[in-house]
């Protein structure tokens, strides 16, 4: 079965760091392109980050730029988004998904509050 | 940046309505979008890729149209199962997401 998982998420202080991963499953992890998307409660998806197949070229919407960073570890089918100098408007749910967007794992919810 | 709009924001219909969602890029993308249904704490799915393109296993009454800076998704005859909220999706430059018609029962 394909299948992306998220983990990772949980509550963390404005300023703090949190790592999000993402375990793939049933498909050929090393090929594809992945992404984060996130959405905040009750909002709309918003685009976070892009990595290419084997980690070379990576890319991030302005409002994390300089804060997160994407990376993957093909070895270990996993995508994973460090997010450090976390602010409240960091607060969502983080979705990894497949460079088609085709394929997405549940979310994992991320709360920056003090 | 490219700005996506999406009207009507929140739609009302019945079950067997045809219902039609239009998405605008504020630039033209040429047929670089996507549309996703998205139900309550699940993820978003992917409907409709490259304008008009079907995704495997999604319903033939869902459709897209459109090219340039305007884009429309069609459901022929709404189901029960079709109560949700839709985004468009831009991915001719990075990536932009619409803000979402919400699809509700009348």
Known sequence: EVQLVESGGGLVQ????????????????????????RQAPGKGLVWVSRINSDGSSTSYAD??????????????????LQMNSLRAEDTAVYYCASDAFDIWGQGTMVTVSS | DIQMTQSPSTLSASVGDRVTITC??????????AWY???????PKLLIYKASSLESGVPS???GSGSGT?????????????????????????????????????
């Open chain 1, 63 to 80: 409002s994390v730029k300089g804060r997160f960073t994407i990376s993957r570890d093909n070895a270990k089918n996993t995508l994973y």
């Open chain 1, 14 to 37: 404005p300023g703090g760091s949190l790592r999000l991963s993402c375990a793939a499953s049933g498909f050929t992890f090393s090929s594809y392109w992945m992404h984060w998307v």
């Open chain 2, 70 to 106: 305007e884009f429309t998704l069609t459901i022929s005859s709404l189901q029960p199962d079709d109560f949700a909220t839709y985004y468009c999706q831009q991915y001719n430059r990075i990536f932009t997401f619409g803000p979402g018609t919400k699809v509700d029962i009348k």
């Open chain 2, 61 to 63: 009454r869902f459709s």
């Open chain 2, 37 to 43: 249904q998205q139900k309550p704490g699940k993820a």
């Open chain 2, 24 to 33: 605008r890029a504020s630039q033209s993308i040429s047929s670089w979008l």
